[in-house]
Each structure stands twice: as structure tokens, then as C-alpha cells.
């Protein structure tokens, strides 16, 4: 199974800015979501995005799908120091199994 | 409401020690239950999951075992831990047909 790849590592921004990432994936998926993990706790499930669906939003944040692209992005709009936390992607195979292949995250520092 | 409790928190163990780790869900019947682990700044490495009780898929060859005597029951065992299992093990769960993954608060193991 594939693994995204999360896009930068590292990002450090000023509370009030936005914040985007990005996941890049290589064969086509069923769904493709995004978990927020804070420093040393499990990982929280923040939304899925369908394959036939391009954009959407929970809150401040804002999730596109560009399966043209192989690619998706999470932005998250407007942060705060409480945002700080490592972001992963996990997509699920075309024909493959429900268990989602996790990428090695962005790990966001939003400084207050 | 469903909740995922895993332990214990923390754990140092020496070279060659046995290990047992539980993970239970509340909340929930006929769970699918996964084990993963994380090394440090790196994403998640499935290690076992599981569809049914006794069902026990594992994905990577390695000095580990999981059981699930119990419906909502999921243990990883070793009986002698090398220092390569050192890290961040983490229990999930989801249910049948669906993609999102709920995690527990996860185990930092140790081997010294």
C-alpha cells in the first residue's frame, strides 16, 4: 500500500496567520483524510474527503482534493498557539482494505 | 458514547523482558482494532489488526504478537523485547465499513 507524503515537515508560523500543508500520494485512492496528533498523545481524526469530492470544511479548516494531481491540501485558517501539533495524511487504496496508509506528518509550531 | 483506553501510559523495560500491552474500546461491539507504532518524527507503522475475536492480521514480520481474547480487547505482546522496539505504540479502532480511525492516548515503551 502507498504512503502520503506530507509537505513541508516542518512549519512555523505567527498565531492569526494561515497555516497550509500538503499530502501527495501516487495510485488512486477511495477517500483520503487528515489526523491532527498533539506531542506525545494519539491521533485525532479531523476529516475525510472523498474521492469524488474536491473541497471541504470543518470550522477553519479546509481540506481540496486534486486526484489529477495525486495531491491534497489542509489549510487551516486564521491559527492559534492551540493549533500547534503534527498533522498526518492517510489514504485508502482503490481495491485495497479500510486500514488507511498514514504519511510522516507536519509537524506545525504556531507561536503566540 | 465509544472510548479507547490503552496501558499503561508509560513503560521502561530491560533487553530482553516480556511485554503486554492492552488496549480496551468501550461503547462499541464488533470493533475492527489495529496496532500501531511510531518511532520518533516518523508517521505510523501498522504492526496488527484484527476483524474478529481470535482474527489477528499481522503486517510486518517482528519480535511482536497481538491477541484479542475479547471482543473489545486487543493485547500486543513480546516474550523478549529488543531495544529496537523501543517507541510509541498506539491502539485504534474503527467500525465495519468505515474509514475513520479512533486512537487511544498510547504507550511510550522504553527497552533499556
Known amino acids: 500500500s502507498q504512503q502520503g507524503e506530507e509537505d513541508p515537515q516542518a512549519l512555523s508560523i505567527q498565531e492569526g496567520e494561515n497555516a497550509t500543508m500538503n499530502c501527495s500520494y501516487k495510485?488512486?485512492?477511495?477517500?483520503l483524510q487528515w489526523y491532527r496528533q498533539n506531542s506525545g498523545r494519539g491521533l485525532v481524526h479531523l476529516i475525510l474527503?472523498?474521492?469524488?469530492?474536491r473541497e471541504k470544511h470543518s470550522g477553519r479548516l479546509r481540506v481540496t482534493l486534486d486526484t489529477s494531481k495525486k495531491s491534497s491540501s489542509l489549510l487551516i485558517t486564521a491559527s492559534r498557539a492551540a493549533d500547534t501539533a503534527s498533522y498526518f495524511c492517510a489514504t485508502d487504496d482503490v481495491g485495497g482494505s479500510y486500514i488507511p496508509t498514514f504519511g510522516r506528518g507536519t509537524s506545525l509550531i504556531v507561536h503566540p | 458514547s465509544q472510548t479507547i483506553h490503552q496501558w499503561p501510559a508509560t513503560l521502561v523495560q530491560p533487553v530482553g523482558s516480556p511485554l503486554s500491552l492492552e488496549c480496551t474500546v468501550e461503547?462499541?461491539?464488533?470493533?475492527?482494532l489495529y496496532w500501531y507504532r511510531q518511532a520518533a518524527g516518523r508517521g505510523l507503522q501498522l504492526l496488527f489488526y484484527?476483524?474478529?475475536?481470535?482474527?489477528i492480521s499481522s503486517e510486518v514480520p517482528q519480535n511482536l504478537s497481538a491477541s484479542r481474547p475479547q471482543d473489545r480487547q486487543f493485547i500486543l505482546s513480546s516474550k523478549k523485547l529488543l531495544l529496537s522496539d523501543s517507541g510509541f505504540y498506539l491502539c485504534?479502532?474503527?467500525?465495519?465499513?468505515?474509514?475513520?480511525?479512533?486512537f487511544g492516548p498510547g504507550t511510550r515503551l522504553t527497552v533499556t
Open positions: 485504534a479502532w474503527t467500525g465495519t465499513g468505515v474509514y475513520e480511525q479512533y
Open positions: 461503547g462499541t461491539s464488533n470493533p475492527n
Open positions: 495510485t488512486s485512492i477511495n477517500n
Open positions: 484484527s476483524v474478529g475475536i481470535g482474527q
Open positions: 474527503i472523498r474521492s469524488n469530492e
